[in-house]
């Protein structure tokens, strides 16, 4: 209890030291805090940005014949010996054990049909689900599909058939009437025709199959692959398919902006130390003759070393909680400056309120003991002969 009175006396005692020390440290935790807070808010906007994507698993019936390309993706439509998709196997999808991690079931039917002389794939959907699932969607013309029978029609199909909403068009001898049309997308969509999937079930005398299912699972940490898994188990006959280059993408930009954080706080806390190391080189400098006056009186040289790094514990200590602080409010007064086009939203992390005030002593007490070891070793003769 000595040793803590000696140590806060000589704290208060050299108040613009003290300053120097706790303001030094402060800043290099609050901008580590700062910048891991940062790191993350960015994490979970580039995760939510990547979800609308769209789908990164896709189930598929084991099937060949008539190819028709939907995304990049060959879809058959004649079953050779697996089993057909059907509106049920979205329920059994539903009830898979890591259910909860997949975000859009969206379940698809397409059929090539003829229209003014013309092949088009019309593709039934259901809407909700696909507007989940495609957030890029936007209506350029008209109205998204609000009741059966209408369609919204890709940019390019209406460019090229000259089609404006409101026209009505007859496919197959049903009626659709074109409610919107979507704004060009750069993918396939826009040469395709958007339909309520009962509406094509109906028309096409589909029963109640569909041609594959789109599963969107796009969370921080999903276990991609056990839910394929599960899928394929759930649906036999079926395969279920990841998107390797979307899942890897999602990883990759995940650990990257982690990574990215934790080095440049690393460097930050490094330079934090180096600037509590050299104070307190100079401070034991500074108090030669206090150290002998010390030892004089009876102080052993654990003592000294020990009121040494009380003094370290008890800056490090104001050091993490006021860096702490700096490091979590100033983000939020700063990012929306320079980081406008992002969305962030900063959480309470008590891991990270606990690893600041962690490694903020961890580096004070680190870079105090070569000096504290040095103040100790002083020789108590040398030392009083400088009064």
Request: aromatic share 6%.
């Amino acid at each position: 209890m000595k040793l803590i009175d000696i140590s806060l006396n000589n704290l208060l005692r050299k108040k613009g030291r003290t300053f120097f020390l706790v303001s030094g440290l402060a800043i290099g935790i609050g901008a580590a805090v700062a910048m891991t807070s940062v790191g993350d808010a960015m994490n979970r906007e580039v995760m939510h940005a990547l979800d609308e994507f769209g789908a990164n698993i896709l189930v598929l019936p084991a099937s060949e014949g008539l190819p028709l390309s939907y995304g990049g993706l060959t879809v058959s439509a004649v079953n050779a010996g697996g089993r057909e998709l059907t509106t049920n196997d979205v329920e059994r999808i539903r009830a898979i054990k890591n259910r909860e991690n997949i975000s859009t079931i969206a379940p698809k039917l397409l059929v090539q049909t003829a229209f003014r002389d013309t092949k088009v794939l019309l593709a039934g959907v259901d809407f909700k689900a696909e507007r989940r699932l495609k957030k890029w969607w936007r209506v350029a013309a008209g109205t998204a599909p609000g009741e059966n029978g209408e369609a919204l029609i890709g940019n390019d199909f209406a460019a090229q058939l000259h089609i404006a909403p409101g026209d009505v068009i007859d496919v197959r001898g049903g009626k659709l009437r074109v409610s919107g049309v979507l704004a060009p997308t750069g993918s396939q969509d826009d040469g395709l025709i958007f339909v309520d999937l009962q509406w094509v079930q109906k028309t096409f005398r589909k029963g109640n199959s569909i041609s594959l299912i789109e599963l969107s699972a796009l969370c921080s940490g999903c276990p991609i692959e056990d839910i394929v898994g599960q899928v394929n188990n759930a649906l036999p006959g079926a395969r279920a398919v990841a998107v390797k280059e979307t899942v890897e993408l999602k990883m990759q930009a995940m650990h990257y902006f982690h990574k990215f954080s934790l080095g440049i706080s690393a460097l930050l806390l490094i330079v934090a130390g180096m600037i509590i190391f050299f104070a307190m080189t100079a401070s034991v400098k500074e108090r030669v003759q206090e150290i002998g006056l010390f030892r004089a009186i009876g102080f052993r040289t654990g003592h000294i070393i020990r009121v040494l790094l009380v003094e370290a514990f008890i800056v490090s200590l104001l050091a993490g909680i006021g860096g702490y602080l700096i490091g979590i409010i100033s983000p939020r007064f700063v990012a929306p400056y320079l980081m406008n086009t992002y969305n962030l939203t900063f959480e309470f992390d008590p891991v990270l309120a606990a690893g600041a005030l962690a490694c903020s002593v961890l580096v004070g007490l680190l870079a105090s003991i070569y000096p504290a070891l040095r103040a100790g070793r002083l020789d108590p003769v040398e030392a009083l002969k400088t009064l």
